[in-house]
């Protein structure tokens, strides 16, 4: 059936900022809804909180708004836009809530908007734990004996009846956030706490716990006329326990009998065909490995983690067909765009194996608990495609940027056997170990529940390497027709990659999400393949990141799913022949490749290697800065403890000191004295003289400020100046931060954008340069300069409304910024705050005190007219729900006390009552706060930790004194606001904006506007 004509526009609602769960794939995913709904003729809006996705983009859809996934945000843009219908299912988990919220406060059906696609019963029937298990049996598929709870006491008797070990598994959450496995009464006390706490309906299942089963994925879509398809199974390498966002997984499955396959693929188009799901639809199954019998674990009414790996896997779009039968159309009707012969309705088929490896972020905390369960935690993946597991797998390590390329280097030596039995981050490489020393595969089987199968794969990569002479095509249909899209794999045997004579240019990708380096940079990349595209040029993509939109079918002209490796990299060069190479967009990644390509004779387009080596090695980059006069912190590089001592009785205590060569300030912190410095060198780094350590003056009470431009050798285009919120001494990836400045005076912006001109200059930038700087005193100090793209740049263009990595990228192909005809933006009437969010509640065991190494995993912006409401709304877009009244609690370090004591007097006047401990409170009593003594843990009962459990305070600010031990007060209160979702501000300056914040809000209304992101530009 065609199209409906009674829908003209709809309201696409987008998943918020990069949490572990819920990552780049719906920024992939929602992107291609927006494209695939506008094909069709409709007016689109899209609101979501996150500036760093290419959703957010103004020439994505008609009105876009960056506003926080709130109740409140939605009802006020529904009103004003006035939406015929919604979508949920490309949002996660957060869009799927949301909808759920819109429809029972009311307000989808008084503003007569339509749920499109999945309907709203269908969305509860998967969610609500209670339906979906009524519905399974009234369809009469196995479900494992379960129970739901919705009290910590409910949990007690329902694990009684079912028998240990149990899973816990919250309602309308995701990556299964608060659930767990529990073996005893304790354990179940304590997650199913968490997991009520952290449901929206405060609900949580009990089931049966199949341990040690194979886990199974079917990715199915459906249309209103019931027409069905399985888009793609998947088979977990890990076996049931394990959370599929942190397992291995491998596409097609690989050890189901024929039998197996159509059980389980009969059971799941039976499935989405009773909860009526249109559009795509993710199921998992348990399989018993000594028999047929299989269990139905969940159903995703929704596109999701699987459905971006399914995608790329095959090749067929999920997304944008699921976008299209949201509105009414038929899979049969539907052109496939890869073959634009076949429609949407065949069966993709595989003649290749797809592995996918999570990349994992435990070296950013290393208290945290590396065991992996049910809760995820990984925060990115990589995705590689061979002719075989071992090739795919060998592809898939090497793709992980972890400084091992294959298995067979990468071995991990094990210790014990429970290195094997308990999962962690570092199994693969145990496995291997162990099979590379002769360990029997039967033995290890029995450790681990890993079929045989997977374990003789993996045995088989040290008997026999492959070399990759050729690239294979993915084209969804097993080359029974020919693909119109051009995307390879390399592998044995004849090239199907053969290319024609054009002028083309190939950009290198920034791999899996990490902290560090996460989707800002696929962002400048899919910029730059849309410059480069506008200016007539083949474009070619390499990367291996299947949640992201620069490996989507459409995005560059060719497309290599490929490791970010030289040798990888130069086989796909010596193929295509291109005119030159950009490296600039992929972060760090594709940065430390620059000066080994050039040297093997490729054409680096843009700042050149030599360059932007001296910009990123120190030494260099000192006599840069000395000779242009502009002043620096005094620093030093030291190769041992002995000469780091040196350098320290030069400059003095404190010192910022930091290995060299690293992103995301990995293992950077700062040293107050010798014992610290011994500790951080024996501990934290290996020092040798291929990698020193950087030591800097640390430059304390400083504002820090980032500047993102672009040059074209000449002249520059500062995109924007941006203050950052936290004080010197947060990594600015943690920081807060605001355009424009709010503190800085016309002086020391004259200053920044005449030092930054001046670095340009010298530097030989051509293209993007992100430069760090520190104000003190009127004075401003050079931190750093980044020669390439940033991960503020998508902030600072939506928050200007020029596009400085299409701009960059133009730059680098030959034009001038004078041809191109940019001028600087004049100061905004607006005011944009970037917030960031942590993942601290999916990392057992990490504190969430703040310091120089980046902690965070994704970003939220706040747009309004003024500072206090900006900052608000990113808090909110972040997920900290600034409280209007109620109690704060104090505890900080004795250097803040005096700005605490300001900061309590002010929320005290606003009608808050203020708690602390200790010294605190007694400082705070002196100065004339009525406060409320509390006991810190373990001096008595009832403490602060009880008190934060039981809700009875609403907002913390605690300052450490020193982060890392689990037994300090300060990390238990930290912990406890984690566990029970408390607000928890860690620095003063924070404490201090969340203060305006909260104070023009409760005097001015208590809501805020909301305007698209058009409206603001246009306003400028």
């Known amino acids: 059936m065609p199209k409906r004509s009674d829908i003209k526009k709809v309201l696409v609602i987008g998943a918020g900022p990069v949490v572990i769960g819920q990552a780049a794939e719906f920024d992939y995913s929602g992107s291609q809804a927006l494209k695939s709904i506008r094909e069709e003729g409709l007016e689109t809006v899209v609101v979501n909180s996150n500036p760093a996705t290419i959703q957010t983009d103004t020439d994505m859809a008609d009105s876009v708004y960056i506003e926080p996934l709130t109740l409140e945000s939605l009802t006020r843009i529904i009103e004003k836009e006035k939406p015929?219908?919604?979508?949920?299912?490309?949002g996660g988990q957060t869009g799927l809530n949301l909808t759920a919220e819109l429809a029972d406060a009311g307000v989808l059906e008084k503003n007569g908007v339509e749920i499109l696609g999945t309907p709203l019963k269908a969305i509860k029937d998967c969610e609500d734990r209670k339906l979906f298990k009524d519905m399974m049996i009234a369809i009469d598929e196995p479900i494992p004996e379960s129970g739901i709870a919705n009290s910590i006491d409910e949990a007690r008797k329902i694990a009684e009846k079912v028998g240990f070990p149990v899973i816990v598994r919250p309602a309308y959450t995701l990556g299964g956030t608060g659930g767990g496995i529990a073996d005893n009464m304790r354990d179940l006390e304590n997650i199913a706490a968490g997991g009520i706490a952290n449901s929206r309906i405060g609900q949580i299942l009990i089931e049966e716990c199949v341990t040690g089963w194979k886990e199974i994925e079917y990715e199915v879509m459906r249309d209103s006329a019931d027409n069905c398809i399985t888009v793609c199974n998947m088979e977990n390498f890990d076996p049931v326990g394990i959370h599929t966002g942190d397992s291995i997984v491998v596409a097609p499955s690989q050890t189901l009998t024929d039998k197996e396959y159509q059980m389980l693929r009969s059971a799941s188009l039976k499935i989405i065909r009773a909860l009526k799901v249109e559009g795509g639809c993710n199921i998992q199954f348990a399989l018993d490995p000594k028999s047929d019998k299989y269990i139905v674990i969940e159903v995703n009414p929704r596109v999701s983690r699987s459905s971006a790996l399914a995608s790329k896997a095959t090749g067929y779009p999920i997304a944008l067909i699921a976008a299209k039968i949201s509105i009414g159309m038929t899979l049969d009707e539907i052109e496939n765009p890869i073959t634009e012969e076949t429609k949407a309705s065949f069966e993709p088929a595989l003649d290749y194996i797809v592995t996918k490896i999570p990349r994992w972020p435990f070296e950013k905390f290393y208290l945290a608990d590396r065991t992996l369960g049910t809760e995820m935690r990984s925060t990115g993946e990589v995705m590689a495609i061979g002719r075989t597991f071992e090739e795919s797998i060998e592809k898939a390590v090497a793709s992980l940027d972890i400084d091992k390329e294959s298995l067979v280097d990468g071995a991990e030596d094990f210790e014990r056997l429970y290195h094997l039995e308990i999962p962690t981050h570092k199994r693969l490489f145990y496995i291997a170990s162990a099979l590379k020393k002769g360990m029997d595969v039967m033995e290890i089987n029995k450790l681990t529940g890993i079929d045989p199968w997977f374990l003789n794969g993996i045995k088989k990569v040290f008997s026999k390497r492959t070399e990759s002479n050729?690239?294979?095509?993915?084209?969804?249909?097993?080359a029974e027709f020919a693909a119109k899209t051009p995307y390879?794999?390399?592998?044995?045997?004849?090239?199907?990659?053969?290319s024609e004579k054009k002028k083309k240019v190939m950009i290198l990708g920034s791999g899996p999400i990490r902290i560090g380096q996460g989707i800002e940079f696929d962002y400048s990349t899919v910029h730059a393949l849309g410059a480069i595209k506008e200016e007539g040029i083949e474009s070619i993509i390499i990367n291996n990141n299947p949640e992201t939109v620069s490996t989507d079918y459409d995005t560059s002209d060719r497309l290599y799913f490929e490791p970010l490796t030289f040798s990888s990299v130069m086989r796909i060069i010596d193929n295509e022949r291109p005119y030159g190479v950009m490296t600039q967009f992929g972060g760090q990644t594709s940065v430390n490749l620059s000066?080994?390509?050039?040297?093997?004779?490729?054409?680096?387009?843009?700042?050149s290697p030599k360059d932007m080596d001296r910009a990123e090695d120190r030494d260099k980059f000192s006599k840069v800065v000395k000779k242009l006069g502009i002043p620096q912190a005094e620093n030093g590089v030291a190769h041992s403890l002995e000469e780091a001592k040196g350098v320290i009785e030069r400059i003095g205590y404190p010192v910022l000191i930091r290995p060299s060569y690293v992103i995301g300030g990995r293992a950077m912190e700062i040293v107050f004295n010798d014992l610290d410095l011994e500790r951080y060198i024996s501990e934290a780094v290996k020092v040798s003289k291929e990698h020193p350590v950087l030591i800097d003056e640390f430059l304390g009470s400083a504002t820090e400020i980032d500047v993102d431009a672009v040059s074209d050798g000449t002249d520059t285009l500062i995109g924007g100046i941006m203050e950052h919120i936290e004080q010197a001494g947060i990594h600015s990836g943690d920081s807060s931060c605001v355009t424009p400045t709010q503190t800085l005076t016309k002086e020391e912006i004259r200053t920044i954008k005449k030092y930054t001109r001046e670095l340009a200059r010298e530097l030989g930038i051509k293209g993007l340069l992100n430069i760090q700087y520190a104000v003190r005193d009127s004075v401003v100090y050079v931190l750093e300069v980044n020669p390439r793209s940033s991960r503020t740049v998508p902030f600072i263009s939506k928050a200007s409304g020029i596009q400085l990595?299409?701009?960059?990228?133009?730059?680098m192909l030959g034009k001038s910024l004078k041809e191109l005809a940019y001028v600087e933006p004049e100061k905004n009437q607006h005011v944009s705050v970037k917030s960031v969010v942590f993942p601290f509640n999916k990392i057992p065991g990490s504190d969430i005190a703040l310091g120089p190494e980046m902690k965070s995993t994704g970003e939220a912006m706040g747009i309004a007219d003024n500072f206090p409401i900006a900052y608000y709304k990113a808090q909110l877009g972040a997920g900290l729900k600034l409280p209007e009244n109620g109690k704060i609690f104090f505890a900080v370090r004795n250097r803040d006390k005096e700005e605490a004591v300001e900061i309590a007097r002010e929320f005290e006047n606003m009608g808050f009552k203020i708690a602390g401990t200790g010294r605190t409170a007694k400082?705070?009593?002196?100065?004339?706060?009525?406060?409320?003594?509390?006991?810190?843990?373990?001096?008595?009962?009832?403490?602060?930790?009880s008190m934060i459990k039981g809700k009875g305070i609403d907002l913390v600010i605690n300052t450490p004194t020193t982060a890392g031990s689990q037994e300090r007060a300060g990390y238990k209160i930290r912990r406890a606001c984690i566990k029970h979702a408390i607000p928890c501000i860690t620095t003063m300056s924070g404490a201090g904006a969340a203060l305006e914040a909260i104070k023009f809000r409760k005097y001015n209304g208590g809501s805020h506007e909301v305007m698209s992101l058009q409206d603001y530009h246009r306003k400028r």
């Open 84 to 90: 015929d219908g919604v979508l949920s299912s490309f």
């Open 805 to 811: 990595a299409k701009i960059a990228a133009k730059v």
């Open 595 to 607: 000066l080994a390509l050039e040297k093997a004779g490729v054409n680096i387009l843009g700042t």
């Open 488 to 498: 390879f794999y390399s592998a044995e045997g004849e090239n199907e990659a053969e």
């Open 923 to 945: 400082i705070l009593r002196i100065n004339g706060i009525q406060v409320q003594k509390v006991l810190k843990p373990g001096e008595g009962v009832p403490d602060i930790v």
């Open 470 to 478: 050729g690239f294979k095509m993915v084209d969804t249909c097993a």
